[in-house]
């Protein structure tokens, strides 16, 4: 599987985890909390994506550093994006924090749990 192909793979789960957690949260009869979970989720889903985006700027046969600078920025404006959101969400939103924060974390989650299976054996160093 192609980077960008696990790129597109991640973002569906991230969404899909997103969705789900909001769900649960209307499940439980809290309307509040399943746009809170779907607004965390969200944000979440959305930096990895310009992460993905911006790691990707750099063509194929880029220079090392051109690539390197390229992973920098996207990390730096990632971090930056996660606090500006998160602070809007929080500040300026009529959101429940804990459904919010436990809908980012566990899409951020389903990031890093789904990541290891998405390689081909053939990608593998070690």
Known sequence: MGAKQVTRKITRIQLLVTLLVAF?????GDARAAYSALVGGGISTLVTFYFARQVFSARIGASA???ARAFLVGEVVKILLTVVLLSI???WLDVSPLPLLLA???ALMAYWLVLPFTFDASV???
């Open 104 to 106: 980012y974390m566990a």
């Open 124 to 126: 593998r160093t070690l």
């Open 89 to 91: 969400a929080l500040f």
């Open 65 to 67: 550093a051109k690539i």
């Open 24 to 28: 649960m949260a209307f499940g439980f």
